[in-house]
């Protein structure tokens, strides 16, 4: 059971907007940037948003991150199916110490 | 282009110590500006921080996986290492090597990022 709660599947249509969520506590993204990370299929993880609302060089404009207290959001819009993935969030915990990531959500493209 | 290569034996029986190395490439591993990380998947779960080590040797540890786990650098090889010991059956996943940006905030709190993954490596408990 991680600290960050990820639902474990969202889903979309090829144009349309999803958003997947991410709820923490004080003591992790109350008070520490967090990061989203996309896996695709097969492949090893790939940094997406970086301190909340960053995009790497590279990332297209389609994903943006917000964040409000306790909770972060990544925003996917004009859905792909390439975009079909396991996102990740993942923050430093204060109280524990350590850098902990979210269950994951299987992004579906239908 | 920095790129980062795990390896190491596969499979390990219970008990004994798993080991592994990421090879950096294309750049240096003694820089001031990054970590050096473990994160590993069990088969069809999610993703777990094992470590993080900085090149002068200061390393980072998932409170759960502490009492098992040492990570070590060798600058002259461009390698660093992960080794966990006592394992299980819990243990077998991908472990991936990672590069992390070192960054604080202005309250000295870690708001770092991990920005270049490895492909990931299978280590196999098996008895």
């Known amino acids: 059971q991680s600290v960050l709660t990820q639902p474990p599947s969202a889903s979309g249509t090829p144009g349309q907007g999803v958003a997947i969520s991410c709820s923490g506590s004080?003591?992790?993204?109350?008070?520490?940037?967090v990061n989203w990370y996309q896996q695709l299929p097969g492949a090893a993880p790939k940094l997406l948003i970086y301190?909340?609302?960053h995009r790497p060089s590279g990332v297209p404009d389609r994903f943006s991150g917000s964040r409000s207290g306790t909770s972060v959001s990544l925003a996917i819009s004009g859905l792909q199916s390439e975009d079909e993935a396991d996102y990740y969030c993942?923050?430093?915990?204060?109280?524990?110490?350590?850098?902990?990531f979210g269950g994951g959500t299987k992004l579906t493209v239908l | 282009q920095l790129q980062l290569q795990e390896s190491g034996p596969g499979l390990v029986r219970p008990s004994e110590t798993l080991t592994l190395t990421c090879t950096v490439s294309?750049?240096?591993?003694?820089?001031?500006?990054?970590?050096w990380g473990w994160i590993r998947q069990p088969p069809g779960k999610g993703l777990e921080w094992i470590g993080s080590?900085?090149?002068?040797?200061?390393?980072y540890y998932n409170p759960s996986l502490k009492s098992r786990v040492t990570i070590s650098v060798d600058t002259s090889k461009n390698q660093f290492s992960l080794k966990l010991s006592s394992v299980t059956a819990a243990d077998t996943a991908l472990y991936y090597c990672?590069?992390?940006?070192?960054?604080?905030?202005?309250?000295?709190?870690?708001?770092?990022?991990?920005?270049?993954w490895g492909r990931g490596t299978l280590g196999f408990v098996f008895s």
């Open positions: 294309g750049g240096s591993i003694a820089s001031t500006t990054y970590y």
């Open positions: 990672a590069r992390r940006v070192r960054a604080f905030d202005i309250e000295a709190r870690e708001v770092g990022y991990f920005d270049l």
């Open positions: 301190s909340n609302t």
């Open positions: 080590i900085y090149y002068s040797g200061t390393a």
């Open positions: 993942a923050v430093w915990d204060e109280s524990l110490d350590g850098l902990v």
């Open positions: 004080s003591s992790n993204i109350g008070i520490n940037t």
